[in-house]
């Protein structure tokens, strides 16, 4: 894949993002073609990722994305292959390393700048998409830094 195409990928997560999709179901659904998973699939998969987890400001639905597609990349099938495992577990790591050093925190609440875990988490109802909501939110930006790293990661893989 070229890095033309990768960015492609990239920008369409933030399209999605913006389209009124929550941050996990966006990166998910911008490269889950890739392994045969529909657009439809990936985003209902992906959804109760959103805002933290159910919207419980826990991990970043961003970063929710890049585990879920580093599974569909490499995860293991088999469940006594430790080493499958260790090996994904292992990309999980670096990757969400680097959207750490990036955005500051792997954590929802800790990113939109929530103070207490209790206010974070108080209501299940998901914020309208408002122009003030994209405004004040770094969201799009948290979905872009996500689909980079994961495609910098599939970049990385092609050069091996």
């Known amino acids: 894949m070229t890095d033309e195409e990768l960015d492609e990928r990239v ?3 933030v399209e999605n993002f913006m ?3 929550g941050c996990c179901q966006s990166v998910v659904s911008a490269f889950a073609d890739l392994y045969g998973l529909d657009d439809m699939m990936a985003k209902r998969i992906a959804a109760g990722f959103g805002g933290g987890v159910g919207r419980m400001r826990m991990m970043c639905g961003a ?3 890049i585990v879920m597609l580093v599974g569909l990349d490499c995860g293991q099938t088999e469940g006594s292959d430790r080493d499958g495992k ?3 577990y292992k990309v999980v790591q670096e990757l969400l390393a680097k959207s750490k050093e990036e955005n500051g925190s792997l954590i929802c609440a800790e990113i ?3 103070k207490g875990y209790e206010k974070a988490q108080s209501s299940y109802v998901a914020s309208p998409r408002t122009a003030e909501y994209y405004k004040k939110r770094p ?3 948290k979905v872009e830094s996500a689909a980079r790293i994961f495609a910098t990661y599939l970049s990385s893989k092609a050069e091996d």
């Open 63 to 65: 970063v929710s994305g």
């Open 139 to 141: 969201c799009a930006a």
């Open 86 to 88: 260790s090996a994904c």
């Open 11 to 13: 920008n369409r997560a």
């Open 112 to 114: 939109l700048g929530l």
């Open 19 to 21: 389209a009124g999709y």
